[in-house]
Nanobody
Framework: QVQLVESGGGLVQAGSSLRLSCAAS????????MGWFRQAPGKEREFVAA????????YYADSVKGRFTISRDNAKNTVYLQMNSLKPEDTAVYHC?????????????????WGQGTQVTVSS
């Protein structure tokens, strides 16, 4: 079993930055991609960003390209999401995801483990 625990969410003003972290523990093994999804009230969960095991491949939703950066530290089993120039439409619960995939592309159906989520609220 794998546990994913997110941290770093909060309430910020538009234009601000936040850094989310997600620590994986348990029987993670190796060669897994990690990613972030978000879910706003009344909306479906949507893909935000993902990164391959090596960190050499990353993939972003069009809505966050140029503003968000995903990275990982395999020695710490941790993935990060640096979010800059935040907008009110970025408000959502952000969920960490782990998928045993070689590539950085990831859909909700491919996720093997989910974190509980961390709230990000951006005020205008």
């Amino acid at each position: 079993q794998v546990q994913l625990v997110e941290s770093g969410g909060g309430l910020v003003q538009a234009g601000s930055s936040l850094r989310l972290s997600c620590a994986a523990s348990g029987r993670t093994f190796s060669n897994y991609a990690m990613g972030w999804f978000r879910q706003a009230p009344g909306k479906e969960r949507e893909f935000v960003a993902a990164i391959s095991w090596s960190g050499g491949s990353t993939y972003y939703a069009d809505s966050v390209k140029g503003r968000f950066t995903i990275s990982r530290d395999n020695a710490k089993n941790t993935v990060y999401l640096q979010m800059n120039s935040l907008k009110p439409e970025d408000t959502a619960v952000y969920h960490c995801a782990l998928a045993y995939l070689r590539s950085a592309t990831m859909t909700t159906e491919q996720v093997d483990y989910w974190g509980q989520g961390t709230q990000v609220t951006v005020s205008s």
